[in-house]
């Protein structure tokens, strides 16, 4: 390996992005015929330096994304109370509104006391109310979490508004490509990059803590992946291979690493034992085995082989033994992703020239087709499970989106980077 | 009061990637200031690595080991092999090429070559990166057969990470599937 030390040369550009870098926007390119009405009244402001965050702007973006939502603009509600006496019920039920939020932020001191209510519009009642505190800094996160929290009590499901979403850009320039890693809120807000190579990143995977990063890096022209923790930016690499070190993935306890290794001539699926340094290899076939995914419940390994000629999805005990193929129809299934309650399983499913996301019912074995586009792929489920967030393309256009698991409710999120791929969601 | 006062999203520092850095801490820097300037030091050292400055060296990205690489008449001047949607089979038209690449490569037993495989940006990223190296070890396997030394030859892929056509139609594809044959120390 020396010889290619001595040619490497740096290829890497150092950075330092304090903050949001890609801004984004949301389309809801499909929404459920049932969303729920609801009216979200600009919350009431107070204090000398006034409120650097619109929450209930915030509030309102998030539920109408969400796509569970219909939200009434502010133009059109019939007042703006910000206490529960100034509410006339009459005229919003007149308006054929089911729920209204009302809030109020008070500035002291550069802490912000935030409060809101939910009401049920035809019962006159209120369902729920809270008070938070916050700096300023964390105003749209506390914007998120009332977002989660009138979602959840709504429709029963965990709101999924308070999480990130790790994915790559590329933005390339003449020759040269300067790629990133980078993480932003769930509405794309606050993208920061915590990590740049002119050289090729891929495959972020979150550990089930939240805490740490494993991805893959080509910035000494080979392949290695590396645990990056997120509060310090400290990193490990913790595979350095001749060959393919790729599609990293964590087991649900977070104390090992499925992966893909070339070392032995072709790739193989290994488990990497993070506190031993232990490394396993679990299959071993003349063919291409990469893309492993764990079980929730750490039972199980799903991964891409094409020994029968084509890619397809196999299972196998994480352990080791018997590999079962999965996927049976269809030229091409590929970079499986478990849902969290491990009954769906995600995939790219290619046919013809389409590549699309899919999703199997693992009890039926139904493969069910999500999306309608050209080039869509790596599926990575929403911690509540009820959506699948990938990467899509259209043209020149790449975008991420969002698909619930039936299919009926779809979201585009539009960054203004040339490149956007690989997402993966935040536990 | 539920709100999750963790807050580690916020803390999250970013870092810097040093390609020669062998102790991972000191990737990590914290100094405003420093990160600027080795940025811009980065920054132009690889913008020497992007070549260029000879024209023609996007033809011809062997032309500094001799001569013979960037004469049209010379198979050698070839040093791309294209492949089939999905395939790591090298087609007839490019056995040529690896014949004399292998040829020289047995003459200049010192001489080392990374095979660079690549794929079309179509279907899984780390799928592809799997399938950009099958590509290149059938062309160092059709070398091997030819007498050129393993020591001589290294696969790496980049997948569909690295295309050299940016367009996403066929004939774009066509053109980023493909192995590159990189000399070392031109």
Known sequence: MSFFRNVLLIALVSCYMPSSYAEMTIEITEGVESALPISVVPFAMQGASGVPVDISFVVNADLGRSG??????????PGHPSTAEAIQFKDWQALGQNYLVIGQVVEDHGQYNVQFQLFDVYKGQPLMGYRMTSTAGELR??????????????????????????????????????HKLQISDADGFNAQTIASSMEPLMSP?????????AYVSFEKKSAAIYIQTLATGERV??????????????????????LTLSKDGNPDIYVLNLNTRALTKLTSSFAIDTEPTWSPDGSSIVFTSDRGGKPQLYMMSSQGGQEKRLTFSGNYNARASFSPDGRSLAMV?????????AVMDMATKALNILTDGRSDESPSFAPNGSMILYASRKGN????????LDGKMQQKLVFDSNEIREPAWSP | MK???AVWALAISAVILSGCSEDEKDASLTDGSQNAASGINDASTSGLNGGSGMSGSDMYPNAGIGPEFSDPNNPLSKSTIYFMLDSSQVQPDFVPVIAAHAQYLVAHPGQRVVMEGNTDERGSPEYNIALGEQRAKSVISMMKAQGVSESQLQAVSYGEEKPVAAGHDEAAWELNRRVEIAYQGK
């Open chain 1, 141 to 178: 996160k506390t914007a998120h979490h009332i977002s989660d929290l009138i979602f959840e009590k709504l429709t029963g499901k965990k709101g999924v508004f308070s999480g990130r979403i790790a994915y790559i850009t590329s933005t390339r320039e003449g020759r040269k490509s300067t």
């Open chain 1, 237 to 258: 690499r913790v595979a350095e291979f001749p060959g393919i070190n790729g599609a990293p993935a964590w087991s649900p306890d977070g104390a090992k690493l499925a």
């Open chain 1, 205 to 213: 995977a979150w550990s089930p803590d939240g805490r740490k990063i």
């Open chain 1, 349 to 357: 499913h290619g046919n013809g020239s389409d590549y699309r996301i």
């Open chain 2, 3 to 5: 709100l999750n006062k």
């Open chain 1, 397 to 404: 256009a790449s975008y991420l989106s969002a698909v619930s």
């Open chain 1, 68 to 77: 569970y939502f219909k939200t009434l603009d502010k133009q059109s509600m």
